[in-house]
């Protein structure tokens, strides 16, 4: 038996073992260093923000309709002129290429394929030039830098690479309370210590296959999209000062952006309904609620429950998408029904990349796809543009 049939046949035993997103979790536990893992896992402070995302969706149960000809369902939607086989897509996830080998490309190929859009992290390791080459993406999702100087030089050249939609997140005035990471073993800068070595040792899937790959291969991890030029390696002393210098960003900041920036601009980090207002006043061609994931401020609501009170502020004017602890299909066609035009999940591909690659992430989208359209044919459902809040009910209403 060959090295890649072995390789195959290892990935689809390891696959065999997934039945839903939450799997990939358990499995990429086992598989990563506890410092990596740590890093994506993580939650700002004591955890109350992604544990309110994640509790959000019980509010609401279904009211199916019997004897609905379900023959056929159709789970495709149309985002921005662009028609999509599913109402999901991947979030944004910074050093993705730690966790998984060139785990940015291997998401964008999968999302591509399965007929999907993924949002390129602006810290990501990867340049954005060759994801977009070899990935297929034209999302690129942005954390400003501090100048309007260098806001312009990182617009044109996300343009220059042809992406076409650009995500700014503004949830990100200063980075978070780093002490959960730092519980975790892991550090900003990234530090070589007896513990990261001593986890490598133990996962040889992942030293072998991740990280010695890439060294030989690509040679030191920097991040590569946060300015128009290089950024500087992640185990630089300096990697803080990269991601701060955002205090001052203010609305004009995002004007600026709207005024050089031709293509669709989306904005991401939005809870409160004045700041979709403004944002769709500025020129935003969409939002994503969001309040990244719990990895910023601690008890925070969850996006799901503004969802309502923000689509009455935007008044249809723009699409209104949503991330936030999202897992099951069951838990997307709530937020479709509650008004949501589109839904991102991040962690549970970053999971699924880490442990199987391309063919990980494929199983994700299936799993997840699959979901769907099966509780669409329960809920008597065909199309995704019948679900409407006629199709829940709010507990206590």
């Known amino acids: 038996m060959n090295h890649r049939r072995g390789r195959t046949l290892s990935t689809s035993k390891r696959l065999a073992r997934i039945y839903k997103l939450d799997d990939f979790e358990g499995a990429a536990k086992r598989h990563l260093p506890r410092p990596i893992y740590g890093y994506v896992a993580s939650a700002a402070e004591e955890g109350r923000s992604f544990a309110a995302n994640r509790e959000a969706f019980d509010d609401y149960s279904f009211v199916p309709r019997a ?31 730690l966790s998984a080998y060139r785990g940015d490309i291997v998401q964008a190929r999968a999302a591509t394929a399965a007929g999907i859009p993924m949002i390129l992290s602006g810290s990501s390791l990867i340049p954005l ?20 100087a260098e806001i312009h030089a990182l617009l044109a050249r996300v343009e220059r690479a042809g992406f076409t939609k650009l995500v700014i997140t503004v949830d990100y005035a200063v980075p978070p309370n780093p002490e959960n990471h730092r519980r975790a073993g892991f550090s900003s800068p990234l530090k070589p210590s007896a513990r990261l070595a001593w986890d490598g040792l133990v996962r040889p899937r992942w030293l072998f296959g991740t990280l010695l790959r890439t060294l030989i291969k690509h040679g030191l991890p920097h991040f590569e999209n946060n300015y128009a030029r290089r950024g500087i390696p992640v185990i630089s002393k300096n990697v803080n000062r990269d991601f701060s210098g955002r205090r001052h960003l203010d609305w004009t900041t995002l004007e600026r952006v709207r005024e050089c920036w031709s293509g669709t601009l989306i904005v991401k980090g939005i809870l409160h309904s004045e ?29 799901l429950t503004v969802l309502p009170e923000v689509l009455q502020a935007v008044n249809g004017a723009v699409p209104v998408m949503i991330d936030g602890g999202f897992r099951r299909g069951s838990q997307v066609l709530k937020a479709l029904s509650l008004g949501a035009s589109f839904v991102f999940l991040g962690r549970p591909f970053n999971y699924a990349a880490s442990i199987a690659g391309e063919a990980g992430v494929a199983k994700a989208v299936t799993l997840l796809g ?28």
Request: glycine fraction near 12%.
């Open 275 to 303: 700041d979709a207002r403004q944002a769709v006043a500025v020129g935003a061609d969409g939002l994503i609620l969001s309040n990244h994931g719990g990895r910023q401020l601690d008890a925070t609501v969850a996006p």
């Open 67 to 97: 004897l609905v000809d379900v023959s056929t369902v159709s789970t495709a939607t149309e985002l921005f002129g662009r028609r999509y086989a599913y109402p999901f897509g991947i979030a944004p996830m910074g050093i993705s290429a």
């Open 370 to 397: 699959g979901e769907i359209e099966r509780n669409m044919a329960l809920l008597g459902v065909t199309r995704l543009d019948s679900l409407g809040p006629q199709c829940l009910r709010r507990h206590g209403a």
């Open 129 to 148: 030039e060759e994801v977009a080459e070899k990935g297929g993406t034209d999302w690129f999702q942005a954390y400003l830098p501090g100048t309007l």
